[in-house]
């Protein structure tokens, strides 16, 4: 099973979305996949139809409940939802009752080997003890930036926290999303290519209306908007992450 993070330490730039998206489209490629929805906010698990709830939340970030028993099925064959709850505003704190709290996560992860071949973690907007979790627990980080100079510092302070924890190992895969190219200065910065210190990938999501609509048709885009440049899009980021993942992407 690969676990892949879908992360920022930023909020609002299209993690989640990303996170839905890729889900979708993996399991539409025949790969067995779950998206834990880690943010408390629930966005995930509002796009799928989903209530943003867990039994027992305690329990279950503790081991003493199986993740399986708090996984629901989606609308979508092949793709299941580990929903967010409430509880995970405190999952810090949660997390720092195990014995070994960076790995916790990990160790939880370690339950579902076999169940599936793609774990995506729609991770909260933070640098916590949840973060540390995260990245000792994947085998890659996708990580949405907006074009602007803000968005861009984010990228590096994540870099920066990386190689100070001596976790730089861990694949850092930064792409550009809710690119809107009417704006000058995301013109200037899609055009110019600053230095990221780890390379782009190729694929970069549009801003786009169809996006936007998630929320009203709480679906992934390729779900109701198939033909549009955002399902595009997303089906290109797909393939680049299947191919780096080694999971293939038809």
């Known amino acids: 099973m690969k676990v892949l993070a879908v992360y920022s ?6 993690k989640t979305t990303t996170a839905v998206n890729l889900a979708y489209l993996a399991a539409g490629a025949g790969r067995r996949t779950l998206l834990w929805d880690l943010d408390p906010q629930g966005a995930s698990s509002f796009y799928l139809r989903i209530r943003a709830e867990v039994a027992k939340p305690r329990k279950l970030l ?5 993740l399986a028993g708090a996984v629901k099925g989606s609308d979508y064959e092949g793709l299941d939802l580990l929903p967010a709850d409430p509880a995970y505003r405190r999952m810090d704190i949660l997390l720092d009752e195990a014995k070994k709290p960076t ?6 992860i370690e339950q579902l080997e076999g169940d599936y071949d793609l774990l995506i973690l729609d991770c909260p907007p933070s640098l916590t003890l949840v973060s540390e979790n995260v990245f000792r627990a994947v085998d890659a980080m996708l990580v949405p930036v907006i074009p602007t100079p803000l968005s861009l510092r984010t990228l590096h302070q994540l870099l920066d926290f990386l190689a100070e924890e001596s976790l730089g190992e861990v694949p850092v895969w930064p792409f550009y999303a809710l690119a809107d190219r009417r704006k000058q200065l995301h013109r ?3 055009d110019s290519r600053p230095d990221t210190r780890v390379p782009l990938l190729s694929t970069v999501i549009p801003y ?11 679906a992934p885009v390729a779900a109701y908007a198939a033909k549009s440049p955002a399902a595009a899009a997303y089906v290109a980021l797909w393939r680049e992450v299947a191919e780096r993942l080694g999971l293939g992407a038809a």
Request: net charge positive; hydrophobic share 30%; glycine share 16%.
């Open 103 to 108: 790995v916790q996560l990990r160790r939880l």
């Open 62 to 66: 503790r081991g003493k409940r199986p």
């Open 9 to 14: 330490i930023k909020g609002g730039v299209g």
């Open 188 to 190: 200037e910065i899609l």
């Open 208 to 218: 786009h209306s169809e996006v936007e609509r998630m929320g009203l048709r709480r």
